[in-house]
């Protein structure tokens, strides 16, 4: 039987292809044959073009042996959610009024991609616009969780991380504004990160809230997970939030054993389930037998996360999806008598609910006599978050709390109640708010299905998450866990 | 219902055409969500704003023309375009 290569990490696949003991061809057609047995119970992609992946296997092969191969992820496929551009293939969204965007241009992301020599393999499932946190909102397809194929994968980026669960793809990219790479990934059981915000270029990123969203790897291994971002992180002036050449040295890892690891006080009670609590505190209690301290921390507006990330987010949501006219690209009504009727026509048949009801909130809250209560106020408890998150990292290393308070819930059971769904991503939202990195690790199982712990790290702090990741992974059996499907 | 709150109004605002039942529901579902939000309100907050994300000058281009992506490809994607042009629904009439 051919050795199962859907289920090897990057790093070995990159062992192997620079070994010359396997092809980037050999590797995609074994990853497109397992596309074909899986993809269409889990729903993870929603475009692959094989010719143009194996054409870039070839490609990537002739580098190689012509002696120009370009590193590490030469030859590895990526898959990318479908709000990041890769030129010449669909940028939909999940969403109708994007149903027949080609892109004209690579993101940054893409560019880098290829000047690793990756290959770019196939558009993955996302809640329409990225907002969401079960990939129901997807106008496209359902996303199922492969550990349970009756539940979500979680969002927006599910079908990043179902595909990685799926063995359908070593790398995957998604996109965070409130929990988005992270949330998903502990609900599949795989590695997400979401960098510093500034550290990675959104150009290309199709934007929802753009004073939060960032562009992130995603593994199955914390390993895989920093191979990628080394890929991605780069300056860009296209991005003028993005860190300049001067300004994006990461702060050294040091010696993961000594690090200071603060626990939110109170992040492990209400509202958590108990499992999801168990699994939580048992990775703190291996970090303290590894030799870490750790201590209680208070983070008092805690409370307050979730109102203003949603105030921000959709005043934010409400300016930035005003391109969507009918003029220029997306969906245009057949009823376009005058301008008027083409906006709103356009609008009104493209967008899905959620993304009309965040429209509708954002510009409530944006509106004339309500802008102060509402957006002005959100800025300042923002400030105050912010504040009290710098705070507590000059006094530790991380901040470890779950990744998400409980497991991945049933296809529908939320589909009904927006609030409830907003709250899976009560631990998320501040790293996005306080534009920290933050990274999920699988740390054990609630029932059969994953639970992540969440680390948050003082800006710039990567490579101490990843060596912590790092330190638990490699005494855990979590990475590359195989789930019969 | 929130104070304030006009749907209507809103949909105008945000370009959106709503059923009556959309109407209804969405009313609902953002009453409930702003009562959320009432925490934001009674907080005690700072008087200044994060202004971490504030455009530093250093981190502006200089405004000079560069490559882009060229008539053809903008076109291309574009829903309805003639002569290498962009077209939509008569702006302006004809007796105004």
Known sequence: MADALHTLSAAELGRRLAAGSLTSRALCEALLARYDAVNEKVGAFTHLDRADVLAQADASDARRQAGQGRGPLEGIPVAIKDNIAVKGQPLTCSSKMLASLVSPYDSHVAERLRAAGAILYGRLNMDEFAMGSSTENSAVRKTFNPWDLARIPGGSSGGSAAALAAGLVPLSLGSDTGGSIRQPASHCGVVGLKPTYGLVSRFGLVAFASSLDQIGPMARSVEDCELLLTALASADVRDMTCFGPAERALTPAGDAKQLRIGVPKGFLGKGVAPEVAAAVEAAIAFYRAQGCAVSEVELPSADLAVPTYYVVATAEASSNLGRYDGVRYGHRSAQAGTPFEMMTNSRSEGFGAEVKRRILLGTFVLSAGYADAYYNRALRARAKIRAEYLAALAQVDVLLTPTVPTPAFKVGEKASDPLQLYLEDIFTIPANLAGLPALSVPCGKSGHLPVGFHLVGAPLSEAKLLAAGRLFEAAHGFAHQQVAL | ?96
């Open chain 2, 1 to 96: 219902m929130a104070e304030g709150f006009d749907i209507d109004h809103l949909a105008k605002l945000a370009r959106l055409n709503l059923t009556d039942a959309e109407k209804a529901l969405y009313s609902t579902q953002l009453s409930s969500i702003l009562g959320h939000f009432r925490a934001l309100a009674e907080a005690d907050l700072p008087s200044s704003v994060d202004d971490a994300r504030v455009v530093r000058e250093a981190a502006l281009r200089s405004d000079e023309p560069g490559p882009s992506l060229g008539a053809e490809a903008v076109t291309r994607i574009a829903p309805a375009a003639r002569d290498g042009q962009i077209s939509v629904p008569r702006v302006v009439d004809d007796e105004s």
